[in-house]
């Protein structure tokens, strides 16, 4: 959670200063709303609720760039497990999948390297200008900061994995090892684009994570509990923190 959180402190400064306590309320309002949105699409625009609305265009278009780099992560390494997939499980559907999958990550990555120029195109919206405030005085990030958020995001999908790992390990099974961890990679990726919401999610981790680990473990209640602590851990208790915080500001009042 401390890596997202100082992403978004990075992503939010762009628009106004934002204290690292803002950065963390702001954080769990997103998991709050995330909740009741497909796929988690609400977080970005929850996290906008508590912030001072100073700059709000943007802070949304800032928002669509942290959005756009847990995407990228999400295609990078699920584009590893897919391979891997492909080599030991070989099979025409993973192979469309897969090609898929390398298409996607190659429109995300274009938009994430043009994302000034088409963020600024968003901002010039007639119906948005309004809200436009001193275009000059906004942020724009560099080539190298974006890289930044990138590596930021990257290095967070590595510590989820190395939590379900350990959880995995906690339930004696095994799996930490490169094949465990490029299952892992496997695992997220599907969560990421099967559409669910948050509410139904469970059960959609739990079959997956049982028909990708199969092959691996016969540990079949391991496994759901690890996927079940992974799931509380960074969704259920910041969100319940979140739903709190919300309750508070005057948009839910």
Not at 29 to 55: D, M, Q, V
Not at 73 to 97: E, M, R, S, V
Not at 176 to 202: N, Q
């Amino acid at each position: 959670m401390a890596i997202e959180v100082l992403k978004w402190k990075f992503l939010s400064n762009a628009a106004q200063p934002t204290t690292l306590a803002d950065a963390w309320k702001s954080y769990f309002a997103g998991i709050a709303l995330s909740l009741i949105t497909p796929n988690r699409i609400g977080e970005y625009p929850g996290r906008l609720l508590y912030l001072k609305r100073k700059n709000t265009v943007r802070l949304v278009s800032v928002s669509i760039l942290g959005a756009f780099t847990q995407f990228v992560t999400l295609f990078f390494y699920g584009i590893i497990g897919l391979c891997y997939y492909n080599f030991a499980f070989p099979g025409y559907w993973q192979q469309i999948a897969l090609g898929i999958s390398f298409i996607v990550l190659a429109l995300l990555l274009v938009a994430f390297f043009l994302f000034e120029q088409w963020a600024s195109w968003i901002e010039n919206f007639p119906w948005l200008r309004r809200l436009h405030t001193y275009r000059s005085l906004i942020h724009r990030f560099s080539m190298s900061e974006q890289l930044i958020v990138l590596g930021l995001s990257m290095l967070r999908f590595l510590i989820y994995s190395v939590q379900f790992l350990l959880l995995l390990a906690w339930m004696n099974i095994p799996l930490l090892t490169i094949k465990g961890w490029l299952l892992t990679t496997l695992y997220f990726w599907c969560i990421a684009v099967i559409p669910s919401i948050a509410f139904a999610e469970l059960g959609i981790r739990g079959q997956v994570s049982l028909f990708i680990f199969q092959s691996s473990t016969g540990n079949v209640i391991g496994v759901l509990i690890a996927s079940l602590g992974l799931w509380a851990i960074n969704l259920i208790l910041p969100a319940l923190i979140g739903s709190v915080l919300l309750i508070r500001i005057r948009f839910f009042k």
